[in-house]
Nanobody
Framework: QVQLVESGGGLVQAGGSLKLSCAASGRTFNSYAMGWFRQAPGTERVFVAGISWSGAFWYYADFVEGRFIISRDNARNTVYLQMNSLKPEDTAVYYC?????????????????WGQGTQVTVSS
């Protein structure tokens, strides 16, 4: 079993940056693909970025448009999401999730473990 705890959210002005972290418990962290999702009020949870178990492959949603960078440190059991050039429409609760596979799924139902989420608010 994997427990995930996100941190790093907050309030930032448009154009600013935030770096989210997701700390995982468990000794098998490096056997999981990791993903970041977000959910704004009244909307579905959507895929933002994902990274393979080795960190060699990563994928982004189209709306990221080169602004975000996902990375992982398997020695620290942590995955990160560096978010730059933030826009008001990036406002949402951001969740990290773990999928017990090497490839990176985009569908939320492929992920077995979820964190509690961290709020990101971008003001205009």
């Amino acid at each position: 079993q994997v427990q995930l705890v996100e941190s790093g959210g907050g309030l930032v002005q448009a154009g600013g940056s935030l770096k989210l972290s997701c700390a995982a418990s468990g000794r098998t962290f490096n056997s999981y693909a990791m993903g970041w999702f977000r959910q704004a009020p009244g909307t579905e949870r959507v895929f933002v970025a994902g990274i393979s178990w080795s960190g060699a492959f990563w994928y982004y949603a189209d709306f990221v448009e080169g602004r975000f960078i996902i990375s992982r440190d398997n020695a620290r059991n942590t995955v990160y999401l560096q978010m730059n050039s933030l826009k008001p429409e990036d406002t949402a609760v951001y969740y990290c999730a773990a999928a017990p596979q090497r490839s990176v799924p985009r569908a939320p139902d492929r992920y077995d473990y979820w964190g509690q989420g961290t709020q990101v608010t971008v003001s205009s």
